[in-house]
């Protein structure tokens, strides 16, 4: 029930199209939803969050999109870029517990 | 300053070997995360600081001793490393462990080879 399933692991996408990620989750305490970006030899950077008392979030090209009947949310990133290629992972989290991760989709932006 | 600062970048040692990873933060924040990282996988949880105070550890060897000296520093004592450590060892921190407060910001990272 602590898992975050993400999908799919790889991910190739032309510049300019967009990129879709998504995730799934089981335990409905989670209250934070994350998003981070990692490039190789990087830590993770937090990139966007949502809490599920709203639908959507947007922050320039990205957004977040949280589905709390379905106990699913998805990461779009809108006219994506060379620059975007980067391990993205979801993650969840409820009040003082760690955060749980999914396992990460490899993203490649081919021009 | 939204950083969390690692050293060093790089660390080769060996199996009888005792060193040290730092972390340092300087944001205010009151919780602090020790994180291995293999390749392609995600973070890994390894210790949680909560106000100074160990507040999780998840099941770590011993040959890995944390260390919380101040509210803005985190350090990782390895001792006697075993090749299969060898990985990237996150930092990082937020606010508190509270929800509401909890959004991690990581460090770089520190690249551990254990020959």
């Known amino acids: 029930q602590q898992q975050v399933k993400q999908s799919p692991q790889s991910l190739i996408v032309q510049k300019g199209g967009i990129s879709i990620i998504n995730c799934a989750y089981e335990?409905?305490?989670?209250?934070?939803f994350p998003w981070y970006q990692q490039f190789p030899g990087k830590g993770p950077a937090l990139l966007i969050a949502?809490?599920?008392?709203?639908s959507e979030k947007k922050e320039g090209r990205f957004t977040i999109s949280f589905n709390k009947s379905a106990k699913q949310f998805s990461l779009h990133i809108m006219d994506s870029q060379p620059g975007d290629s980067a391990t993205y992972f979801c993650a969840a989290t409820s009040g003082n517990t760690p955060l749980v991760f999914g396992k990460g989709t490899r993203l490649s932006v081919i021009a | 300053d939204t950083e969390v600062t690692q050293t060093p970048k790089h660390l080769v040692m060996g199996m009888t070997n005792k060193k040290s990873l730092k972390c340092e933060q300087h944001?205010?924040?009151?919780?602090m995360y020790w994180y291995k990282q293999k390749a392609k996988k995600p973070p890994e949880l390894m210790f949680v600081y909560s106000y100074e105070k160990l507040s999780i550890n998840e099941s770590v060897p011993s040959r890995f001793s944390p260390e919380c000296p101040n509210s803005s520093l985190l350090n990782l004592h390895l001792h006697a490393l075993q090749p299969e450590d060898s990985a990237l060892y996150l930092c990082?921190?937020?606010?508190?462990?509270?929800?509401?407060?909890?959004?991690?910001?990581f460090g770089p990272g520190t690249r551990l080879t254990v020959l």
């Open positions: 944001m205010g924040h009151r919780a």
């Open positions: 949502i809490r599920p008392d709203v």
């Open positions: 335990n409905t305490a989670f209250d934070y």
């Open positions: 990082a921190s937020s606010q508190d462990l509270r929800g509401g407060r909890n959004e991690q910001f």
